[in-house]
């Protein structure tokens, strides 16, 4: 009889953003000496329950990393025009090294035309297409803050990416496609399924890496995973317990791949972790 695989081994989360954030927070006080002390903006319109954990979270961790941080909450009535008009003015404070509008905002606001208006050098979130094209060009930009923290687990466990078959599950341009990108960067063969890929499992099995960001349970199962194979899980759904549970069965899958990350505690702490990070090259940049 076969004996079961040893577990997977976990990618911590937590313990490498504290490891991280306390390489910020070192950067931080040495800009400090300087009389420089990096600022984000967390802008949020409306009430959405998820969203304000979210805000409060990034501002909590940039406190606690000793970057500056002020959150503008607007009511779900703001007009586009008076958030483009916020968003110039934060473009045009010095105070202001980093600018982040969190999605969804009404539908009345088009999410475009916010994202845009803020300036590439304080975009943060990566999400300006003039980040994007630099990330796609491999010119010095902001690298998307989920996908740029999966680069850094990687690195954690010091996986080399050179001649692997990375596959992406997604193709969103917040997780997917830059992550996607960003592996292909370090040489990588990817591989990016999404909701019309019908031989998911066939393609699955042939990756060394898989990186899950659907947002839908169960999407990656144990028997999808070639044995050894690092699953990273971008997902936060709730199970039918009301639990917070990623796209991977985690259960399942963690029997049969080589390493796996949690959730919580995965790539979800990395996320804000690489906002700081963002942001405080933001205020470097500029005072170089
Ligand atoms: N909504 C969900 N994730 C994010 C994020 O990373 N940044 C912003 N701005 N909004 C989000």
Redesign the pocket.
Known sequence: MNQPSPPAQIIDGVALSQKLRSDVASRVQALKTRGITPGLAVVLVGENPA?QV?VRNKVKACEDAGLFSVLEKYEATLTEAALLARIDALNNDPAIHGI?????VPAHINASHVIEAISPDKDV?G?HVASAGALMTGMPGFW???PYGCMKMLESIHYDLKGKHALVIGRSN?VGKPMALMLLQKHASVTICHSATTNLKALTLQADVIVAAVGKRNVLTADMVKPGAVVLDVGMNRNDAGKLCGDVDFEGVRQVAGYITPVPGGVGPM?ITM?LVNTLEAAERINP
């Open positions: 969203s979210y982040l509008v969190q999605l969804p979130d999400f998307p803050c989920t917040i996320t906002l």
